[in-house]
């Protein structure tokens, strides 16, 4: 008789993940006002915006009524006044960044437009909002809160003008055609300027009252740039220019701007200190800039990963109705499971998910990293203000605390007896050590998500699109995915384009206390790795240590002609490490979000049922994207690290994989020939000439047994993630799903 084996199927989900999941996952579950926010950012995202655009509002470039209504359901649903601090109209107290995010994440998962719309608003205030005089921030921020029951009056509108006509601002911010100069200054009396400046592609341009623009001195009475801010109402010219033809986010309005106005010099946003007759503005318009939009990129980047959890739904309903109807009846696989029957719909799906959870969890965690950010930053200003710390001497004093970070993380990892506690609850409680610590964090997880989330995701996009068929294409897609997969191309270009963010990354993921968290955090994924080890924790973590040693590696190491390797010119080797650091920080936010989801989900009673199958899914999820990841990562570091060598003549009898015999054998085995076995190498002369290489150094090995030997554990580590993939495609089949979306089509 042969003995029957019982397997048991571990539980799997049951539902689509809802709000009590994502609450945990994101770490807003002890926020109700967040709650309430979302709830009613929800309704008008899949109310009045689903209709819009269900009503074809997107086919035109023209500010309709039908797109300007969508402003007051906006202010009445509580959505302009969530930028605010109570004190100025709003109700949220405390920093918003994470606010912020999930309101783009809600109007974007059924239209990215209608949150740009509503964001440029913010945008155009930030400028104000991060570096504006008390005065300013008082004066405007209250203008733009839609008016409480028996105020009469209309809310200000806001737009941010930096991109000018070509040849002059877009990627290079500091090509301005915008000019300021003196117009009239009378002794004793506040100068009166005038300020002209074109703009290209302005949102809310059709309706803003208040510009905030970039400008540059074109009088020697006024030192560098600044930003400045522009009334509807100015003296002057105030022409809001042609509408854009832009084949994406209809339901924003977008301008070609002219002004040419006089105004006061209190405009000068942060205001300014007049020296020897002339007219200092305290920021210029790049740290403006800078402030600013390492915080707006971070909503930027969410809208994308709406799109991409927003169109999981709609593809598994078309896959599973597909084959309906005809001579398919109810209880065949065919009719049950239509195009879900096919392995490769399935996998693909699970792709797309777990791309959106990863870069949900890398925009969340951004975000809650500037929410911790925020305050210290103000204690880092009030301390150098205080000091009177400015230009050098406020960077030294920096350089000083970034120091002492450094000295923090190394006696965090001594053993308990082994450091100087006192030493160690000083630096801990030192706002601007752990200012210092955020911020090198901050500065790498926003142009990370920005870049990642919106570039990777608008690929995955395409393949949303390509599981709806013909459908995909058409303004009847469930979903609106071909729409989606459109407007996060733009997603990826405003705000800076990529190429923007790889270059900060270029920069600031070299910093040495970013460096020093981060190889905490491989100790991290190994750890997690040996207590769950489905999570592909232990692919992540290798596949950061192979980044941080190509890292390292590139920035000593040259190319075949003597070349520095690492230099801002060389972005074929800059770009393509940081591309792959975003797809490590991605899988890794990922992996926490799902262990805390884990940790705390029992104590939701509404989750605790499904529980176990909802976390070996998202844990099955996490094992997918680290794959992903160590796949992207090994091959971006290969190519990097082997690349700028010349490749000798191939000489099949004597080499196969181009490292030499002795050093194969000092890899443990692990670099077998093309047939498995160890091969000796060659070495090329100068003629070009094969020739072997018996003694000394191999020349193409040099050194990288390191590199070698961790690019053939990753391999090895991969174990199991496509019995992960094959677990959460089963799921798929499965998963219960609504009758239909909750907004039109
Ligand atoms: C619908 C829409 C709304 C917008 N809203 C606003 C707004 O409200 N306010 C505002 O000020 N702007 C706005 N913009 C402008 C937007 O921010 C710019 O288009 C964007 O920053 C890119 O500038 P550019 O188009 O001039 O591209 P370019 O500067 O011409 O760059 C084009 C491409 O060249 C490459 N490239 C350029 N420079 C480099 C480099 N140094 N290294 C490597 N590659 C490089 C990159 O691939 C880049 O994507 C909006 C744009 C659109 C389309």
Partial sequence: MEATVETKTPPTLQTLPGDDVRQILWRFADRYDLHMMVQATRAVARGPVARAVAN???????????????????????????????????????????????????????????????????????????????????YYMSRAVPPKPGENRVPWRYAFALTEPLPFVGVETGMLAGKVRVAEWKEGQEPIL????????????????????????????????CMIILEETDPGIFDRGTATKKLVHQLSSTHDPVFNLRVPASRIIGGYTVKDGVIIPKYSHGEIIEAVFRRTRVTVALMTSAKLLSAIEPVILYARRRFRGGEVGPGSPRYELGLQQKEDVLHRLVDIWATGEASASLGFE??????????????????????????????????????EAME??????????????????????????????????????????????TGHGANMMREAVSLMGGYGVTEDCP??????????????????????????????????????QFTNWIADMKRIAA?????????????????????????????????????????????????????????????????????????????????????????????????????????????????????????????????????????????PGIDGSARTCSDVSETGEARPLKAGPCVRFDGLEAFVRLRAKLDGCLTGCRL?????????????????LDYPA
């Avoid at 949102?203 to 020697?220: F, L």
């Avoid at 100087?420 to 990370?448: E, G, K, T, Y």
């Avoid at 997969?485 to 800076?496: I, K, N, S, V």
Wanted: glycine share 8%.
């Fill in 56 to 138: 074809g509002e997107r086919n035109t470039h023209d500010w309709t009524p039908a797109k300007n209504d969508l402003l007051k359901v906006f202010d009445d649903s509580g959505i302009t006044a969530a930028f605010m601090d109570p004190s100025e109209g709003g109700y949220i107290e405390g920093p918003k960044n994470l606010a912020l995010a999930l309101l783009a994440f809600e109007l974007s998962w059924v239209d990215a437009g209608s949150a740009t719309a509503s964001l440029a608003g913010n945008l155009g205030l930030s400028p104000i909002h991060e570096r504006g005089t008390p005065e300013q921030r008082a």
């Fill in 194 to 225: 005038q300020v002209d400046k074109r703009g290209r592609f302005i949102t809310n341009m059709g309706y803003a009252n208040v510009v905030t623009a970039a400008v540059e001195s074109a009088d020697a009475r006024i030192e560098g740039s």
């Fill in 366 to 403: 951004a975000a809650r990293v500037f929410d911790q950010l925020d305050p210290l930053e103000k204690v880092e200003n009030t301390y150098l203000a205080e000091r009177k710390l400015t230009g050098r001497a406020a960077f030294k004093e920096l350089a000083k605390k970034q120091q």
């Fill in 408 to 453: 923090l993380l190394a006696l965090s990892a001594k053993l308990e007896n082994h450091r100087d506690a006192q030493r160690l609850l000083a630096l801990q409680s030192d706002p601007l050590v752990q200012f210092s610590l955020l911020d090198s964090v901050a500065n790498v997880l926003c142009p990370a998500c920005k870049l990642w989330n």
């Fill in 479 to 516: 979903g609106f995915l071909g729409q989606k997969w459109m407007d996060a191309q733009l997603e990826a270009t405003y705000e800076g384009p990529e190429a923007v963010q790889r270059l900060q990354l270029s920069i600031t993921m070299t910093n040495e206390l970013f460096l020093s």
């Fill in 531 to 671: 207590e769950r080890p489905g999570t592909g924790a232990c692919t992540l973590g290798t596949a950061m240590q192979l980044w941080l040693w190509t890292l390292q590696h590139v920035q000593q190491a040259t190319d075949a002609d003597g070349a520095k390797l690492y230099h801002k010119k060389r972005q074929g080797v800059t770009f393509p490490l940081a591309d792959a650091l975003c797809w490590l920080l991605a899988a890794r936010q990922f992996i926490l979000d799902a262990i805390e989801l884990k940790k705390n989900g029992a104590a939701n009673p509404a989750l605790a049922e499904g529980l176990p199958g909802l976390t070996n899914f998202y844990f099955d999820l996490c094992h997918v994207q680290a794959a992903r990841a160590a796949g992207e990562v090994g091959r971006v570091c290969a190519e990097i690290v082997n690349g700028y060598k010349r490749h000798p003549a191939w000489d099949e009898a004597s080499c196969h994989a181009c490292y030499c015999a002795e050093e194969l054998e000092s890899l443990e085995g692990f670099i």
């Fill in 724 to 740: 992960a993939k094959d677990r959460a495609a089963e799921a798929l089949t499965t998963v219960m799903t609504r009758e239909a």
